[in-house]
């Protein structure tokens, strides 16, 4: 049972989320052409009001590389704890300078982020999507 006080705060809590919005995390290839679709599919799928970005170029390939993995999880997790995102989108993107392989390659390669992604236990969901040749998002 809750009692009244630890009812109030809650709602407190809850009513000062709301009023600052909510955040989604994308982590993305630093390519200016996906950083738009990629916001607007995040939003209009999940229903937050901001996507904080965390780029590295050809993510999808380089998150790999351990040199980069605790570069990105550090700010995945400021995401997370400052802004209570619960949510990481991962992509990977058509015409990568830093990436240049087939989409069926970069599905491949997303499919192997999320799996590194998981394995940190950052405990929010992770979705992973190719930006294809139309800027259109599509969930792997
Ligand atoms: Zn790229």
């Keep these: 049972m809750l009692s009244i006080s630890k009812l109030i705060f809650k709602l407190e809590y809850l009513s000062k989320i709301m009023a600052e ?7 993305s290839c630093i390519d200016g052409r996906i950083q738009t679709p990629l916001t607007n599919w995040i939003k209009e799928n999940y229903s937050v009001d901001y996507v904080d970005t965390v780029t590295e170029p050809g993510v999808d390939k380089n998150i790999a590389k351990d040199s980069i993995i605790e570069s990105i999880k550090t700010k995945a997790r400021i995401s997370i704890h400052a802004h209570k995102s619960e949510l990481i989108v991962f992509s990977g993107h058509y015409d990568c300078a830093a990436n240049p392989v087939s989409n069926e390659e970069h599905i491949e390669f997303i499919k192997k982020g999320v799996e590194v992604i998981s394995s940190w236990n950052l405990g929010v969901k992770i979705v992973g999507v190719l930006v294809d040749e139309s800027w259109n998002v599509n969930t792997v």
């Design 21 to 27: 919005g909510k955040f989604a995390t994308s982590v």
